[in-house]
């Protein structure tokens, strides 16, 4: 069987677009590792979100995966692995082993959490290094942590962990932090926050599990070892691109580069949404709209291919 249209991730570019492919009475298949995307990993409550004042990650993920299903509208749980076209036609190779075919594509597989590239970073994942506060944080009750990145993303980590630990270090590599007043005016509120700026993470260390972190002082060069149990890497994210990066051009970013009245990038008929593209801001209401944009101009490209 041909789809019409297959959409690559199930976060909110993916779901927006699944929802208007099928009201445009699209035969589509959504492909991704799982639902939600990168919201699974907000720590505490989403407030930007039109129609929801508060909303947890996990009731806005439900509610949207519910929306989603309501539709006709076939979805397959797997990795998409490679994407190739041949003729007027796409491929998708799913780690699965099984491949599927459609007339467009709509690539919104986000982003990644960017590695810190330290040593003991990759060898402590899942034992005392996690990219995930709202996944991972309540198993540090008690202890004393570091989150890396003075962003909104470390902030609100540092509020969210302020629930469970005892004391939490934020570390900054440049002069000053980026997070927004209002993530530092409730930071500073739990009292147990400390922020280090200047501060370059140097090494992880530990026997079993994490037991410090070596990091520079940019100013005085001094390394120090500061003693933490559990290190939280918030430090942006990489687009999540290798499957599909013969058949686009990329941005200094490494964003996929897409007209941005379609979404459409370098070749016809395969279109990319949200995150993983080079339009500005990212966020949940922008990727959901860029992911409808993207369906109804999926459905101008086959009427115009019929
Ligand atoms: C910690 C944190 C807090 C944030 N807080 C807010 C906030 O308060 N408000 C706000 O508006 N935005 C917030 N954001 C940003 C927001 O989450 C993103 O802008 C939004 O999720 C992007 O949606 P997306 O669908 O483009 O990508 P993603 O959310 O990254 O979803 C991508 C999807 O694709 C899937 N996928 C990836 N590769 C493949 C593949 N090869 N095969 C199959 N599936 C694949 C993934 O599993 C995932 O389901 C936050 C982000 C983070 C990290």
Redesign the pocket.
């Known amino acids: 069987m041909i789809y019409d249209l297959i959409i690559?991730?199930?976060?909110?570019?993916?779901i927006a677009a699944g929802i208007y492919a099928a009201r445009q009475r699209l035969n589509t298949l959504l492909?991704?590792?799982?639902?939600?995307?990168?919201?699974a990993?907000?720590?505490v409550a989403?407030e930007?979100?039109p129609g929801f004042e508060s909303v947890s990650s996990l009731d806005l993920i439900r509610k949207f995966e519910k929306h989603l299903k309501k539709q006709k509208i076939d979805v397959k749980l797997?990795?998409?692995v490679k994407v190739r076209k041949t003729g007027n036609f796409f491929s998708i190779l799913v780690k699965s082993k099984q491949k599927f075919q459609s007339q467009a594509v709509i690539v919104?597989?986000?982003?990644d959490p960017r590695f810190l590239e330290v040593p003991g970073e990759k060898e402590f994942i899942g034992k005392g290094v996690s990219y995930c506060v709202a996944c991972d944080g309540p198993l540090y009750s008690g202890k004393e942590v570091a989150v890396i990145g003075g962003g909104n993303?470390g902030f609100?980590g540092a509020i969210a962990l302020s629930n469970y630990t005892k004391k939490i270090y934020i570390l900054e590599y440049g002069p000053k932090v980026l997070a927004d007043k209002t993530n530092q005016e409730l930071a500073q509120k739990t009292d147990k926050v400390e922020v280090i700026t200047n501060a370059a993470v140097k090494k992880i260390r530990g026997k079993n599990f994490v037991n410090s972190l070596i990091y520079q002082d940019q100013k005085s060069k001094k390394l120090n070892d500061l003693a933490i149990e559990g290190v939280f890497i918030?430090i942006g994210?990489q687009p999540?691109t290798s499957?599909v990066k013969d058949l686009v051009d990329f941005n200094e970013k490494d964003e996929i580069i897409v007209n941005f009245k379609t979404g459409e990038t370098r070749t016809p008929g395969l279109f990319s949404?949200?995150?993983?593209n080079n339009l500005s801001f990212?966020?949940?209401?922008i990727?959901a709209g860029e992911g409808a944009k993207a369906a109804m101009a999926v459905s101008n490209y086959l009427q115009r291919n019929k």
């Open positions: 690559i991730g199930g976060g909110p570019a993916g492909i991704t590792k799982e639902f939600g995307g990168q919201i990993r907000k720590a989403i930007n979100y797997d990795f998409a919104a597989s986000g982003a993303s609100e918030e994210s999540a499957f949404a949200g995150d993983v990212k966020q949940i209401v990727a």
